[in-house]
């Protein structure tokens, strides 16, 4: 099967920054769209950022201009670089991938277990 695990996760300072990994493994045929979710207290779960297999991306307004979404395909690892951080972003962050296996044909949504990230005031 796939996995996905995270990590990168911490406590800083507002106004610090934090690198996220997020690393495929398993029998992977094909990763297509990659992100990154985040979920504060009392808050549902929420879209931070994506990445598609050729590089295009899309973030959340709250995080625009402060966070960015790379990959590296060769290593089937997503990063999350994130400046600036503020209280608000305190949240459990998910890794979730589109993986196509290499036993199947079809395209399954994975989720990692997440990674806690603490921004002090």
């Known amino acids: 099967q796939v996995q996905l695990v995270e990590s990168g996760g911490g406590l800083v300072q507002t106004g610090g920054s934090l690198r996220l990994s997020c690393a495929a493994s398993?029998?992977?045929?094909?990763?297509?769209?990659m992100g990154w979710y985040r979920q504060a207290p009392g808050k549902q779960r929420e879209l931070v950022a994506t990445?598609?297999?050729?590089?295009?991306?899309n973030y959340a307004d709250s995080v625009k201009g402060r966070f960015t979404i790379s990959r590296d395909n060769a290593k089937n690892t997503v990063y999350l670089q994130m400046n600036s951080l503020k209280p608000e972003d305190t949240a459990d962050y998910y890794c979730?991938?589109?993986?196509?296996?290499?036993?199947?044909?079809?395209?399954?949504?994975?989720w990692g277990k997440g990674t806690l990230v603490t921004v002090s005031s």
């Open positions: 979730n991938a589109g993986v196509r296996s290499s036993y199947s044909s079809y395209v399954i949504s994975y």
């Open positions: 990445i598609t297999g050729g590089g295009f991306t």
């Open positions: 398993g029998s992977i045929f094909s990763i297509n769209v």
